[in-house]
């Protein structure tokens, strides 16, 4: 399958009171057509940053993108004006948040909104734009998609408006679509309902997904390959199915631990302790090293690079056979 999206090398901050904080450090990695990439980590670990600029979507906020490519079928979004990045967006690549609620317009009916997204990049005129979104709505498992329309957003429930945004992002036949958190806000049955709307407009219209979450139980769900994140950089890759049965990064084993497993007698979960570096203060060597079980003394000091194997890279000195051997000699003396 072709790249749909590489991203390569991406370098993103905030201008601060305190100068230049950076928040994503050189992180690459890439979604093809048709598969469903999960983007995890906890709060502060980057990934919703890294998402932002992919849209690029840092409007009024002291975000920059100072270093990288972000190659959308070969051309690179970063080359673009923010004219023509407005084309794309919504068109070719589409975002859901996780709270429906800031991506509709309060004051507006659905109808409307749904018709006006549909004029812009279709270019379809107002009677058949209508028709259009109703289908889309029914598509996605609206009732009374018709009347629905004449609604306003604070009319229906959390799990009707995120189908209505899912069904406006999908209505402009976007081939990458960005689902930022898109079940958080949800309870547990309206989220499974979601994730396999999500799965089934996929499966439908072989779209690529970038589906950034904190929660593996979503990703062990839907997604064929993950990617790991803390602190701003990618700490793990792999498929779906080669990261739930290795693991390698004690990072994304302390996140496996804490999702809830069917079957399991274990009454508490256990939850990784401390908490994500700030970008204003991270730590020197390996960014996990504080709150890592299994820290050495070179983790304080040298940060690990990505080790690959097939269908697998870990950011892990534990990795490197070498470097455990010279570890464990120090600690002998
Ligand atoms: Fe833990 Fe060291 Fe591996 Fe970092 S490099 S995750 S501190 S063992």
New binding site residues.
């Given amino acids: 399958m072709p790249d749909l999206l590489e991203v390569k090398n991406l370098k993103t901050g905030f201008h601060s009171e305190n100068g230049f904080l950076p928040v994503v450090h050189g992180v690459s990695f890439n979604v093809k057509q048709g598969e469903i990439v999960g983007l995890v980590g906890e709060s502060g670990s980057g990934k919703s940053v890294t998402s932002l600029s992919v849209m690029r979507l840092f409007h009024d906020t002291p975000g920059e993108i100072v270093e990288g490519e972000i190659t959308y079928k070969g051309k690179n979004l970063l080359d673009l004006t923010e004219k023509e990045m407005t084309s794309y967006r919504g068109k070719e690549l589409s975002m859901i948040f996780q709270e429906p609620m800031t991506a509709l317009n309060p004051v507006l009916k659905i109808g409307r909104q749904m018709r006006e997204t549909i004029m812009m990049h279709m270019g379809m005129n107002k009677k058949d734009a209508h028709q259009y979104a109703i289908e889309t709505l029914e598509s996605v498992g609206i009732p009374r998609a018709a009347e629905i329309m004449n609604e306003y957003p604070h009319q229906l429930s959390g799990g009707m408006r995120q189908r209505v945004i899912i069904a406006m992002q999908i209505s402009c036949n976007p081939s990458l679509l960005i689902a930022d958190e898109p079940t958080t806000a949800l309870d547990v049955t309206i989220q499974a309902q979601i994730l396999k709307l999500l799965e089934r407009i996929q499966a439908k219209t072989n779209m690529g997904i970038l589906l950034i979450t904190h929660d593996l139980g979503v990703v062990a769900e839907i997604c064929d390959r993950v990617i790991v994140m803390y602190a701003g950089e990618i700490?793990e890759e792999a498929t779906a199915v080669e990261l739930f049965e290795n693991p390698q990064?004690?990072?994304t084993k302390g996140l496996m631990n804490s999702v809830p497993k069917i079957g399991s007698k274990k009454k508490r979960l256990d939850s990784i302790s401390g908490t994500v570096p700030n970008a204003s203060n991270m730590p020197k060597?390996?960014?996990?090293?504080p709150r890592?079980?299994?820290?050495?003394p070179?983790?304080q000091e040298k940060e690990?690079g990505l080790i690959a194997s097939e269908n697998h890279s870990a950011?892990?000195?534990?990795l490197d056979e070498e470097t455990v051997k010279e570890e464990e000699k120090q600690i002998d003396y």
């Fill in positions: 700490v990064h004690p990072y060597g390996c960014k996990f090293a890592c079980p299994y820290a050495m070179i983790c690990p950011r892990c000195w534990l």
